[in-house]
C-alpha cells in the first residue's frame, strides 16, 4: 500500500486560509486510486483550491481508510472544520433504477441483479432528483465511519450521482438531443444521454486500452443509433487532446469537442492552468440536491 503525503497537484488561492475552513466549503472525490478535492469560497463565489493525491496498489476500503490516515496525518487541516462537506465515492458497484420502480425495501434485490455482493458494506440510495432515478451503491462500513470521523457534518454520495445531476442541470430547458457526454475516470468512463430533457441512457465501462475505450464507445453509439458523423460528443473528466482515448476518438466521430464551462460560479487565477473539464463533477457537486 502507498499514499502519498504530497499532493501531484496543489493550486490553493492566498485567500484560502486553513484557519478559517468554516468560511469554505469542501468536496471530496474518493477512490482507491486517489483522494482529490475542491475548495469553494460562498463569500466570494468562486473556487479558490484544489488538490489531488495518488494512492497505488489499494485494492480495498481498509487499505484505503488507512490510505487516508496518511494523507490526513501529513495535511491536517484537511480534516479542520469546513462550512460543509461533500464527499463523493468513486467506484463502480452501483446501479440505476427509474423513480416509477423504485421502492426502498428492495434497493438490495436491485443491486443484486448488476452488482456482487459486498461484505461489510451497507446499501445506499441516492434520489436523484432532475434524473428522476435512484442511484444505489454500496458503501464500506470501515469506509464511511472513517468519513464521519473526519468530517462528522459530511454528506455521501456517488460520484456517478453528482455527475448525472450536473449534466441533467446544466442542460435542463436546452436542446441536447443527439450529444452524447463521455465522462473518463481512470480505467473507467462514464456515458450519458439527455433526450427530451430527459436521462435517457446511463452506463460505465471498465477499459485498460484505446482500443476498448473507443469499441465501448461506438459500439454504444451503435445500439443508440446515433450516426459517428452526425451526433455530438463532449469529453469531460481526465482527458485533453494529447490523450489516446481522445486521438482514437477522433479518428472515427466528426464532432468532438470538451462540455462547456459552468457559468454558476467563478475561479481563481490559480486554477486557471487546470481545464475546467477535469473537476468538472466536483466543481457542479454543490449544485445537486443529494
Not at 470521523?149 to 455521501?156: E, G, V
Not at 477499459?207 to 459517428?228: H, V, W
Amino acid at each position: 500500500m502507498s499514499a502519498s503525503a504530497k499532493p501531484y497537484i496543489s493550486r490553493l488561492d492566498k485567500s484560502f486560509r486553513d484557519d478559517y475552513s468554516r468560511s469554505f466549503q469542501l468536496t471530496i472525490q474518493l477512490s482507491l486510486d486517489g483522494f482529490s478535492f475542491v475548495i469553494y469560497s460562498p463569500e466570494k463565489e468562486k473556487y479558490v483550491g484544489t488538490e489531488a493525491y495518488q494512492f497505488t496498489n489499494i485494492d480495498d476500503e481498509i487499505r484505503l481508510t488507512a490510505a487516508l490516515d496518511q494523507v490526513i496525518m501529513n495535511n491536517r487541516w484537511i480534516a479542520y472544520p469546513f462550512q460543509s462537506v461533500t464527499v463523493l465515492i468513486d467506484h463502480t458497484h452501483n446501479a440505476l433504477v427509474p423513480s416509477p420502480l423504485y421502492e426502498e425495501k428492495e434497493k438490495g434485490t436491485y443491486l443484486a441483479f448488476s452488482q456482487q455482493y459486498r461484505d461489510n458494506s451497507r446499501i445506499m440510495a441516492d434520489h436523484l432528483v432532475n434524473a428522476a432515478a435512484y442511484n444505489i451503491y454500496y458503501l464500506s462500513n470501515p469506509l464511511i465511519e472513517k468519513i464521519k470521523d473526519l468530517w462528522a457534518n459530511a454528506r455521501i454520495a456517488h460520484y456517478t450521482s453528482a455527475l448525472i445531476e450536473s449534466l441533467m442541470i446544466q442542460h435542463k430547458n436546452k436542446q441536447v438531443d443527439d450529444a452524447l457526454f463521455v465522462h473518463v475516470r481512470r480505467k473507467v468512463f462514464d456515458l450519458v444521454v439527455i433526450r427530451d430533457e430527459k436521462l435517457f441512457f446511463f452506463n460505465s465501462f471498465r477499459y485498460n486500452t484505446k482500443e476498448d475505450f473507443i469499441y465501448f464507445l461506438l459500439f454504444t453509439m451503435e445500439q443508440l443509433r446515433m450516426n459517428p458523423e452526425i451526433a455530438r460528443v463532449f469529453m469531460l473528466g481526465m482527458i485533453d487532446k494529447s490523450s489516446e482515448c481522445y486521438e482514437i476518438a477522433w479518428k472515427y466521430i466528426r464532432d468532438i469537442s470538451f462540455i462547456d464551462p459552468v457559468k454558476a460560479f467563478g475561479f481563481s487565477y490559480v486554477l486557471d492552468e487546470l481545464p475546467q473539464h477535469f473537476n468538472y463533477v466536483l466543481y457542479n457537486a454543490i449544485r445537486c440536491e443529494l
